[in-house]
């Protein structure tokens, strides 16, 4: 947030200031139990579903927002703001924010690969300028506020993850953010049961970051994904341009190719072939690059600043993670989140990696994939068992054996199903040293548990 008077935030927000000195100066905004709390903290106090309350007797902010019936829970030391809707008045102070940015605004979402997309892209732009972009995973509509008021004078662009749990949010979350690029990594399976089971409904849902899209704003998609190509851009003003390595496109990645290190690929910019390499594995870690290079490119960034910003990428924590494990063995911790196109991505990676230990492969339950689930869960073993990128598959959870029941009816094994993480542990202890343990479930079984024992470090 930009510095503000006490009264000029009282006065944007429609509220009323019951104590405090109206000259105090605020820099930043939070809303929940942080680090980010100081005495320049304009904190928000309010009732949210799902969010526990905090006890204003613990922190010590600069000044609250708050409503009046919250009021006497507020510490009389402390200055008081009082509005009607306090989760209103935040959004309301966001959008001022936004409209004091004379800075490049990138919106980034999709099914898959938009925080490592994310990261590929602020890692260039910083290069160049002071970039802000989505911390961690708070890429909902309802950290939107905290991210755009952690904007401050002196960043000149500004990458935005916009993530999304129904129809509605991306509109939510594009409409306040109103980015001058958009891009949409990939469509897939992610968030499809909340979706009335749909495909059709995934595509909508990211088409509506073309809603908030600047007027000559430009939309940025993969020319490869079957999906992509059936987003409506008759509502978009200004350009849309296409990244791809299979069919042609504005920025297309060609000699694509695994080193001992990542990947190396070429792509023609401004007349001329350059080379590009990532100290990360994987075709889909590509893609990603190519959308980061688009980004970079309409924003007038040379082609050295990109392949400085990408050689130092290192991928948000566990996405495609490598990590030491004991008695020499590699843990890739992809189990952020998944879903079947994702974890056959991850997959895919495995036999081009410079490791010449067993390669094993711990997957557990894919969610939100509502009348797909079985579907999906299916497809990934029959994609093990076609293409055995590994020599052992080892599978947790319900939905897990699924996958499981695929690989060894296409004659995959050995196949090894677990209910519970700690009876796969019990077993992935066992595995010859110098093995390469690939992991990949959704959020919600906390694979990070399961690898905790067998990281070197055991953090």
């Given at each position: 947030m930009y510095p503000l008077r006490l009264r000029q935030i009282a006065t944007l927000l429609q509220g009323k200031i019951i104590r405090?000195?109206?000259d105090l100066v605020l820099t930043n905004v939070y809303y929940r139990r942080g680090?980010?709390?100081?005495?320049?903290?304009?904190?928000?106090?309010?009732?949210s579903r799902g969010r526990k309350r905090p006890d204003l007797r613990d922190l010590s902010p600069g000044a609250v927002v708050t409503s009046r019936?919250?009021?006497?829970l507020v510490p009389?030391?402390?200055?008081v703001i009082v509005v009607n809707n306090p989760f209103r008045a935040l959004w309301k102070l966001a959008r001022w924010q936004r409209n004091q940015l004379a800075i490049p605004v990138i919106g980034i979402t999709g099914s898959a690969g938009k925080s490592t997309t994310t990261a590929m892209t602020a890692a260039i732009l910083s290069r160049v300028h002071p970039t802000l972009h989505t911390v961690g995973n708070l890429n909902t509509t309802t950290w939107f506020p905290f991210q755009m008021l952690r904007v401050s004078p002196r960043?000149?662009?500004?990458?935005?993850?916009?993530?999304?749990?129904?129809?509605?949010?991306?509109?939510?979350?594009?409409?306040?953010?109103?980015?001058?690029?958009?891009?949409?990594?990939?469509?897939?399976?992610a968030h499809v049961g909340n979706l009335g089971n749909t495909l059709d409904n995934v595509v909508r849902a990211k088409q509506e970051i073309i809603e908030g899209l600047s007027p000559t704003g430009t939309l940025v998609l993969n020319a490869d994904d079957e999906r992509s190509r059936r987003i409506d851009t008759r509502k978009v003003r200004g350009r849309v341009v296409t990244f791809g390595i299979r069919n042609p496109a504005d920025y297309r990645a060609k000699d694509v190719r695994y080193t001992l290190t990542g990947m190396r690929f070429t792509v023609a910019l401004r007349g001329a072939n350059h080379t590009f390499h990532l100290p990360v594995f994987g075709e889909h870690m590509v893609y990603n690059a190519l959308a980061a290079i688009a980004v970079a490119d309409l924003l007038g960034i040379s082609p050295a600043a990109m392949r400085?910003?990408?050689?130092?990428?290192?991928?948000?924590?566990?996405r495609l993670q490598m990590i030491r494990g004991k008695q020499g063995r590699l843990l890739i911790n992809d189990a952020y989140n998944a879903n079947p196109s994702a974890m056959i991505a991850g997959l895919s990676i495995l036999p081009h990696l410079p490791h010449k230990g067993k390669r094993v492969a711990v997957l557990g339950d894919?969610?939100?994939?509502?009348?797909?689930?079985?579907?999906?869960h299916r497809?990934?073993?029959?994609?093990?068992?076609?293409h055995r990128p590994v020599d052992v598959l080892v599978t947790v959870g319900r939905y897990g054996r699924i996958i499981a029941e695929a690989a060894r009816e296409r004659g995959f094994g050995p196949v090894y199903a677990f209910p519970t993480r700690e009876d796969a542990l019990k077993y992935l202890l066992k595995t010859p040293p110098g093995s390469v343990l690939y992991f990949k479930a959704s959020r919600r079984l906390r694979f990070e548990r399961l690898l905790r024992p067998l990281r070197k470090d055991e953090r």
């Open positions: 405090g000195n109206p680090r980010h709390i100081n005495a320049r903290t304009l904190f928000f106090f309010y009732d019936d919250l009021l006497p009389a030391r402390l200055p960043h000149r662009a500004v990458v935005f993850e916009m993530g999304m749990n129904r129809l509605g949010d991306i509109r939510q979350h594009s409409r306040a953010a109103r980015p001058s690029i958009a891009v949409i990594t990939n469509i897939g399976e400085e910003g990408l050689r130092r990428f290192r991928p948000p924590k566990m894919m969610m939100e994939l509502g009348t797909l689930t079985h579907s999906g497809r990934v073993g029959r994609y093990i068992a076609a």
